[in-house]
């Protein structure tokens, strides 16, 4: 729960929650129009991205809740659509009079971020190591240079920098087109 309260406060997750004049099996009917459901196996990717489908979401929906990303061939033709983005949302729906109220969690992130975090750490991590024990091991610790591991956290520190930068875009992105494109949904 730390890092999430860390990305929180990075603006990499946001919180959006809006109203809307529908009812909750009328609006989850529509949404559900208008969201293709993710496909598994080895080339899902490739189905998606060619798919003749005219949904602009990929994701699930039910009574309780939604997660929904941008569709592949959305945001992934040349050059880049100005609403590009790869991070997802996830909500829930709740009904109180003749009002929808969704509360919706914007990650600007995609969902497998975390075994990549750990890859890259892992792959840091063990490269600084094997410089600090080659440093140590062949020319021993007087003429020990501290070039590569702070090459290394320069890397660390721009790179993760750059990703912050165009998540908070993504999130930020989502919250302004979110709300206009469930509104489309409703008038289709």
Aim: with cysteine; glycine share 6%; net charge positive.
């Amino acid at each position: 729960m730390a890092i999430e309260q860390l990305l929180k406060k990075l603006k990499v997750i946001d919180i959006l929650q809006f109203e809307l004049d529908i009812q909750l099996e009328d609006f989850v009917e529509k949404l559900n129009s208008t969201v293709d459901k993710e496909k598994t196996g080895a080339f899902k990717r490739a189905d998606e991205y060619y798919s003749k489908s005219k949904s602009i979401y990929v994701g699930e929906v039910d009574d309780g809740g939604f997660w929904i990303r941008a569709a592949r061939r959305e945001r992934m033709s040349f050059p880049l659509p100005k609403d590009f983005n790869l991070g997802y949302a996830e909500g829930t729906f709740e009904q109180k009079e003749s009002k929808l109220i969704v509360t919706a969690t914007l990650k600007g992130y995609s969902r497998r971020i975390k075994f990549y975090l750990k890859l890259f750490g892992a792959f840091y991590l063990v490269s600084i190591v094997l410089f600090f024990l080659q440093a140590c091991w062949y020319s021993g610790v007087r003429s020990f240079s501290l070039f590569f591991p702070l090459l290394m956290l320069f890397h660390i520190g721009v790179v993760g920098l750059f990703s912050i930068i165009f998540m908070r875009g993504f999130v930020s992105k989502m919250k302004k087109r979110l709300p206009e494109q469930f509104l489309e949904i409703l008038k289709s």
